[in-house]
């Protein structure tokens, strides 16, 4: 495939967006709580070493999208849903950590189980 | 991957600078960089996911120390390197060629 005028509008606006338009169920609602799985893959993953086991929770489900780890690899879309997570920043920092200050991080269905 | 890329929380890399007035690309040659992402990503046919994991594997103290569209040429290059559009040899020609004041 050869790259045409009209193609490039959308792809630099984008940056080849990985919105994958395919029904898949959410494993969680706005407002659950979730924790990060202990997630160390040697390959590709889009999740932020530092949320690992922390506890969080859902502020907004984006919708589905190719999931990051698979499809770097040839290994297929896995579509799945993305969320906004709200992470405390105690939770993430410990107690020298400004009370009040949270953080939202995009995080993929499958780096999360229910708390 | 743990790699170097992973810099969320990290300490001692000092304050972001912003610069006042930054242009949208601060050589001739980033602005040929970021065209590269439309024309090799259609007919080398990579994902986006694919192009952040060749970033990732740039050995860390250069990865630290190279700018952000030096970031992408090398992904660039490995996307194209794994497909056979070019070979190891013809690039390092070229780079030597450019080197030396050729073109």
Redesign the interface.
């Known amino acids: 495939?050869?790259?045409t005028p009209d193609?490039?509008p959308g792809?630099?606006a984008t940056?080849?967006s990985?919105r994958v338009a395919v029904e898949v169920a959410p494993s969680f609602a706005v407002g659950d709580a979730v924790r990060v799985l202990n997630h160390?893959?040697?390959?590709?993953?889009r999740l932020?070493?530092?949320l690992r086991g922390k506890l969080g929770t859902i502020e907004k489900d984006y919708g589905v999208f190719?999931f990051?780890d698979t499809?770097?690899?040839?290994l297929g879309e896995k579509p799945q849903h993305c969320y906004s997570v709200r992470f405390s920043a105690r939770e993430?920092?410990g107690p020298g950590a400004p009370e009040r200050d949270t953080l939202r991080v995009d995080v993929f269905d499958d780096y999360m189980e229910p708390s | 991957m743990n790699g170097i890329h992973d810099l969320g929380g990290m300490h001692g890399l000092g304050p972001v600078v912003t610069e006042a007035n930054e242009p949208v690309f601060h050589e001739p040659w980033e602005g040929r960089a970021f065209a590269l992402f439309a024309s090799t990503f259609v007919f080398a046919g990579y994902t986006v996911d694919e192009f952040r994991h060749a970033i990732e594997k740039i050995p860390p103290a250069h990865y630290l120390e190279s700018s952000y569209y030096e970031h992408w040429m090398f992904a660039f290059e490995e996307a194209l390197l794994k497909r056979g559009f070019v070979t190891r040899e013809e690039l390092d020609a070229r780079v030597a060629l450019l080197k030396s004041g050729g073109h």
């Open positions: 495939m050869l790259l193609i490039v792809l630099v940056g080849a990985a160390n893959p040697q390959t590709h993953t932020p070493g530092y190719a990051p499809h770097a690899h040839g993430l920092w």
